[in-house]
Each structure stands twice: as structure tokens, then as C-alpha cells.
């Protein structure tokens, strides 16, 4: 007689997959939604239909009558500096290896390496797209930030919310409590929305580059979730232990 004990993974309950089929539908409505608005805008950037709205903007946040001086204090501009820092390539670099890290030592290595290719991908993807369209940046203002690439789409915004919005998806597939996992998403979008506000306030970006920029990385983010969550639940059990919603 055999006494060893099955080992087939318990059947998940039908409440958890009925959870999991609305964040797999969401996930699944911001990847279309996302890459409809990055198709959309970058057709009317090639038209040249988007100079009004982003001339608008870029004036709307600056003193009347010297578009040198953004709205606002000094420590307004300062704090601007130092939210568009979050997008940069140093500190995403950080974040990427202090993630990365942290799932390995959690023993989440499937999710550790899977989380670095979602993420040099989103790079690649986002350096690809610059040259591709090689925007020129706005001279309508003055610069509060140094520039050294193209415009469409903003790599800050771009590459902040592949880095953030991928980061914390993952981080919270690895995490059983519900407020934990909606505090990390949120989180993460809150500090991708101050990036991209960040690079028009700073008059480096036009309006519709961070718009792009959001819109193809939310975009990345989604199909990067979608993909771990198919290879959880179907191929290789990402994630170490049973997910739960």
C-alpha cells in the first residue's frame, strides 16, 4: 500500500479564482487601453496635432510673462528635482538590484529573474522608441533638469512605470495580504504619476512624451504581469509558494 502523500497542489478555491480572473481581466484591460493611447498619441506626434495642447501646458506652468520661472516657490522647483530623480536611471538601477535582491534572499529566484528581464526589456524598449521617433526636446522653456536624448516618449515616465508598476505587481504576488499587495500597487503608481508630472513641470518633456511615456510603460507593466501570472499558474510555478488573492 502507498502512504506517501499526494502530490498534486491543492485545488484552489473558486472565490481566489474568481478574484484572480478580475485582476487577470484588469491587467488585460490596461495592456489594450495602454498601447491603444501610446499608438494614438504617437500618430498625432508624427501630425504635428499635439503642439497646441503641449505649448498650453508647458506656458500654464510657468510665472506670466517669463517662461523661465515655474509656478511656484522655490522649494516647490526643488521638490519637482527631486521627484524626477525617481525616474532616473541611477535610482531605478538601485531599485531594480535592491528588488531583485530581496526576492532571491525571500527565495523567489524564478520571480527575482523575471523581474530583472521584465525590466532591461522595458529599457531596450524604451531606447528603442527614442531613436525611433527622435523628437526634439521642448526650447519653449527653460530647462530645469539636463538633457541628453530624445523626447517621444519620456524615458523618465516610461521606464518609471516599468520599473514601479512591474516591481510592485511582482512584490505583491509574493505577498499573501490583501492590503499589502494594494499599498505596494498603489505605491508604485503614485511615484510613476510624480515622475512624469515631474519632467513637464521641469520643462524638459512635452505634455504628450509623458503621456506616451506612461501609456507604454503601464502597457509593459501589464503584459509583464500577465505573463508571470501564466507562467505561476500553467508552466513553471513562478512564485515558490500557492497564490493567493
Not at 493611447?37 to 510657468?62: K, P, Q
Request: net charge positive; glycine share 8%.
Amino acid at each position: 500500500m502507498n502512504n506517501m502523500p499526494d502530490s498534486k497542489p491543492a485545488p484552489v478555491p473558486s472565490n481566489r479564482l474568481f478574484v484572480l480572473h478580475h485582476w487577470t481581466s484588469l491587467a488585460l484591460f490596461i495592456f489594450c487601453l495602454g498601447l491603444s493611447v501610446f499608438l494614438y498619441l504617437a500618430g498625432e506626434v508624427i501630425e504635428g496635432e499635439t503642439v497646441r495642447f503641449d505649448t498650453w501646458m508647458l506656458l500654464a506652468l510657468r510665472a506670466p510673462g517669463d517662461t523661465t520661472d515655474p509656478l511656484g516657490p522655490v522649494w516647490v522647483e526643488e521638490m519637482f528635482r527631486d521627484f524626477t530623480a525617481l525616474g532616473g536611471v541611477g535610482v531605478l538601477s538601485l531599485l531594480t538590484m535592491f528588488s531583485v535582491g530581496y526576492l532571491w534572499l525571500m527565495g523567489q529566484r524564478r520571480v527575482a529573474l523575471f523581474l530583472l528581464t521584465a525590466i532591461l526589456g522595458g529599457l531596450l524598449l524604451s531606447t528603442m522608441l527614442k531613436h525611433g521617433f527622435d523628437r526634439p526636446r521642448p526650447e519653449l522653456v527653460s530647462h530645469g533638469s539636463h538633457i541628453y536624448t530624445s523626447s517621444f516618449p519620456s524615458g523618465h515616465s516610461m521606464l518609471s512605470a516599468v520599473v514601479y508598476l512591474t516591481g510592485g505587481a511582482l512584490l505583491a504576488m509574493v505577498h499573501s495580504v490583501r492590503r499589502v499587495r494594494l499599498y505596494l500597487i498603489g505605491c508604485s503608481i503614485l511615484t510613476t504619476l510624480l515622475v512624469g508630472l515631474s519632467r513637464v513641470y521641469l520643462g524638459v518633456h512635452w505634455p504628450s512624451d509623458v503621456l506616451a511615456g506612461w501609456a507604454a510603460g503601464a502597457a509593459w507593466a501589464a503584459a509583464c504581469w500577465l505573463i508571470a501570472q501564466w507562467l505561476s499558474e500553467h508552466k513553471h510555478n513562478l512564485v515558490s509558494h500557492k497564490y493567493k488573492v
